[in-house]
């Protein structure tokens, strides 16, 4: 069993910058794959971003490649979303996910994942 845990959302004004943060304990952080996604009201949950278990390799959607940026740190068992240039369509809960691999890959597919966490609000006004 893994437990994630998501901090750092807030309300933050477009083109502002926030970052998130996900914890994770109970099992060998680098034996898991991460990514992020996100819900907004009315609407499925999406994709964000996805890094392989060493971090050598990263994968964004495209609504959020070249201002979002997906980091972890094995030592500290966290992975990081750093987002800049915030939009208002950027408003969503944002949940991390965990995907046990032993392999080299990344992940964009919710079915793929095999622990979730609770989620922290994004908000971006106008």
């Known amino acids: 069993q893994v437990q994630l845990v998501e901090s750092g959302g807030g309300s933050v004004q477009a083109g502002g910058s926030l970052r998130l943060s996900c914890a994770a304990a109970?099992?060998?952080?680098?034996?898991?794959?991460m990514g992020w996604f996100r819900q907004a009201p009315g609407k499925e949950r999406e994709f964000v971003a996805a890094?392989?278990?060493?971090?050598?390799?990263?994968y964004y959607a495209d609504s959020v490649k070249g201002r979002f940026t997906i980091s972890r740190d094995n030592a500290k068992n966290t992975v990081y979303l750093q987002m800049n240039s915030l939009k208002p369509e950027d408003t969503a809960v944002y949940y991390c996910?965990?995907?046990?691999?032993?392999?080299?890959?990344?992940?964009?597919?919710?079915?793929?994942?095999?622990?979730w966490g609770q989620g922290t609000q994004v908000t971006v006004s106008s």
């Open positions: 996910a965990a995907k046990y691999t032993r392999g080299t890959g990344y992940y964009q597919n919710e079915w793929q994942y095999d622990y």
């Open positions: 109970g099992r060998t952080f680098s034996n898991y794959a």
């Open positions: 890094i392989t278990w060493s971090g050598g390799m990263t």
